[in-house]
């Protein structure tokens, strides 16, 4: 399953690069972008876990910039 979820707050290009770095590496995802310009983020990952696998995405993106809001 592929979605694209809107960020609030994400500061700099740098932190968008370590989310994506971050988010890679969680157990289903496939793929992952995440825009600083567009403050957007696209997930890529298995259907039956999405829901688990995006309350780690949540956690991970929190690490590296506290600020940072996934709107779903």
Known sequence: MKKKFKLEDLDCA???????EAIKKIGGVRDANVS???QKMTIDAEDDKFEEIMKEV????ARVEPDCKILM
């Open 14 to 20: 740098n932190c968008a690069a370590k989310m994506e």
């Open 58 to 61: 949540v956690r991970v993106c």
């Open 36 to 38: 600083f310009l567009a």
